[in-house]
DNA sequence: GCAATGAGCGTC
DNA sequence: ACGCTCATTGCT
């Protein structure tokens, strides 16, 4: 075979990402195939390393050195996810070897050795009766039936049995020999997902990948997939990678969902993994969720994906019945244990009635946590610089100061109503359950997630305090966003709502809106008596599109609010962290593309001030590789001059306040 | 003028 | 962390 292996050497050191050459030894010239693990020799040492490629000849004008050992003969890399994972390190400037330790498992040895016994199946074609409700759902699946690399975004109906539709689509995908990859925020929906296609296809037609199921189960059920065993996978964010074989569809449900979002370097989102792989292996993708990203709305506008919507009168026929009630003007219920609880007189009816009903009554709570930030003293907008458009806080007893920018606002006026006065927001004033257990005596009382604060990413409950669902009948369940039991509800509450609201967060409109939608969603349709309370000012955007059961248009309104004051999706934004001296000195260290913009810098988030500070980089998006190669560039001259102290550095993160 | 020694750098 | 290059130093 051919004497040279490309091989992608393990390295924290950003300036090695890319391929080096050894010989192969005869010895191991059947077992060294592409996609295979090996150990070389590297600098003297031995190190772990991806076979990538065997080749005629090297470029390297020096000796090579010899491939020390053959790991194992399992090609646990396919060329496809070996190209992905470049092209992903690529657009977060981040190194091959750092995706490829998200993309693959780590190995197990004795579950390597077993055979798998499992044979694709190939299911019959499932009707496609329940996507009949939206105008362009059918033609969707025919086009999956077909083998077209369909782009769709898919706005769940209110009620909708989404895992049900989900799984119609893979299995459409399956019926005609291809694989099917669905990307669910947590292990709840995975296990749903998991269900719905089971019913549909049978047990052995689909395969769970999840980190919690320990690393030799992990390990066999992915090798199970790379082998070609299972045609339809589900999972978490790391099942994004999965070696799917002849990919004909990819699923991301719940995008908004800020566990789509990779917390280890380089930090990729599974949205943006699930759109390199379409453009790299042409299959199919539908975005879907009862509430619509910017990110997405721009991918509409781009005119890369298309929409999938239910018509309006659809809509309101599944839709609950939803009041909007001002905080301000709240007009407490009578009933003194409902006062006590601050509840407001509507909110307490929609409950009673729903309990009277025999139904489930579901409250929603924010977590706790406490976040100080500005907000218009009148209107409650989000306070924000007139410089960077970033958000307002106060630091100390001093004036508002820019988080971003670091510029101190003295004269504010709120852009939207022109009023001068600013408040100070705090999120997570809950009322307790027994509180509102008080109102209504008599009736069960449950809690679901969100006991303890502190969660240090997520504003979702931990796990094991999240309850599945619940005994039938009437009752009361306080639940955190996210954790809400499976029900039929006959009315939910969804409490502090403006306090979600006002969080000092680019996306704190689109995050509370998604966070409602999906409680929202648990509750009957208005003509059966369901009822949704939300506790926020009615003439809020977010408010607004709850009310009508518009994501689409809170999508448009977020997307054309963000290009105006220069925020991601419109422009591409990157973080880079580091010690004060580190981020002062990046300035002539950096090599920006053309009309890049320098903001800060300024205390990173979630850090002390003084300890760790934040510098961001603003760049149109066709600028976006551009940006991401003078990223890597900066690192690779930062790791190659041996500099100590790191700097984190982030595509358009996540947490941009 | 040239060998011996050590720091620095690339890493196949 | 090995082994190479290159600079410095000290000796003939």
New binding site residues.
């Given amino acids: 075979m051919l004497p040279v292996a490309r091989?992608c050497v393990d390295t924290p050191?950003a300036?090695?990402d890319?391929?080096?050459?050894?010989?192969v030894p005869a010895e191991l010239d059947v077992t060294a195939a592409p996609g295979v693990r090996v150990r070389?020799?590297?600098?003297?040492?031995l190190a772990d390393g991806w076979l990538l490629d065997r080749a005629e000849r090297?470029?390297?004008p020096?000796?090579?050195?010899?491939l020390d050992r053959v790991v194992s003969a399992e090609p646990a890399l396919s060329p496809q996810v070996a190209a992905l994972a470049r092209a992903v390190a690529d657009r977060c400037a981040g190194t091959m070897s750092d995706v490829l330790r998200l993309a693959v498992p780590p190995r197990h040895a004795r579950t390597e050795a077993e055979p798998v016994t499992l044979v694709p199946t190939r299911p019959p074609r499932p009707s496609t009766g329940g996507w009949g409700r939206y105008p362009r759902g059918v033609a969707f699946l025919d086009a999956l039936h077909q083998g077209r690399a369909a782009h769709a975004c898919w706005q769940a109906l209110p009620g909708e049995d989404w895992p049900a539709r989900l799984a119609e689509a893979a299995v459409t995908v399956a019926a005609v020999g291809r694989g099917a990859l669905l990307v669910l925020p947590d292990h709840r929906d995975t296990a749903r997902v998991h269900a719905a296609v089971a019913a549909l296809a049978g047990p052995d037609a689909v395969i769970t990948l999840a980190a919690e199921s320990g690393p030799a189960r992990r390990y066999r059920r992915w090798l199970a997939v790379r082998r070609g065993a299972v045609r339809i996978v589900v999972g978490t964010r790391a099942a994004a990678f999965a070696p799917v074989a002849d990919l004909g569809l990819m699923v991301l449900w719940d995008d908004g969902d800020d566990l789509h979002a990779e917390p280890r370097a380089p930090y990729p989102h599974s949205r943006l993994v699930l759109g390199q792989r379409a453009v790299l292996e042409g299959g199919a993708l539908l975005v879907a969720g009862y509430a619509r990203t910017a990110e997405t709305q721009l991918s509409l506008d781009t005119g890369w994906a298309h929409e999938i919507v239910a018509t309006r009168d659809v809509v309101r026929a599944a839709a609950a019945r939803v009041t909007a009630i001002g905080e301000d003007d709240t007009q407490l219920a009578r009933d003194p244990a409902a006062r006590a609880a601050r509840l407001p007189a509507v909110a307490f009816e929609a409950a009673r009635a729903a309990l009277s009903r025999d139904r489930p009554v579901l409250v929603q709570v924010p977590r706790r946590g406490y976040v100080p930030s500005l907000a218009c003293g009148q209107c409650r907008a989000a306070a924000r610089c007139r410089r960077c458009a970033g958000p307002l806080a106060l630091r100390g007893a001093g004036p508002a100061t820019c988080r971003w920018c670091g510029t101190v606002e003295a004269g504010y006026r709120c852009p939207a109503c022109g009023c001068d006065r600013l408040r100070a927001t705090v999120i997570g004033a809950r009322r307790t359950a027994e509180e509102l257990g008080r109102a209504f005596p008599g009736v069960p009382l449950v809690t679901s997630g969100g006991g303890s604060s502190g969660a240090p990413r997520s504003n979702r409950a931990s796990a094991g305090e999240v309850l599945a669902d619940i005994p039938p009948g009437r009752s009361l369940v306080i639940a955190t966003p996210g954790a809400e039991p499976l029900a039929r509800y006959g009315a939910a509450l969804l409490l502090d709502a403006s306090a979600l609201l006002a969080r000092p967060d680019l996306r704190a409109a689109e995050e509370a809106l998604r966070r409602w939608m999906a409680a929202a969603a648990m509750v009957e349709p208005a003509a059966d008596g369901g009822r949704v309370v939300v506790v926020a000012e009615s003439s809020l955007a977010a408010v607004q599109a709850l009310v009508r059961w518009d994501p689409a248009g809170h999508a448009r309104a977020e997307l054309a609010a963000r290009a105006e004051l220069g925020f991601p999706p419109s422009v591409r934004m990157a973080a880079l962290d580091g010690a004060p001296a580190t981020v002062a000195s990046l300035g002539e260290a950096l090599d920006l593309p053309r009309g890049a913009a320098l903001l800060g810098p300024v205390p990173a988030p979630g850090e002390p001030a003084g300890e760790r500070e934040r510098l961001l980089v603003r760049v149109p998006r066709s600028q976006g590789l551009a940006l991401a190669g003078a990223l890597a560039a900066l690192q690779a001259g930062r790791?190659?001059?041996?500099l100590p102290d790191p700097l984190r550095v982030q595509l358009d993160p996540q947490e941009l306040a």
């Fill in positions: 091989v050191l300036h090695l890319r391929p080096f050459d050894y010989l070389v020799r590297f600098a003297g040492r090297s470029d390297h020096g000796p090579l050195a010899w790791s190659a001059r041996k």
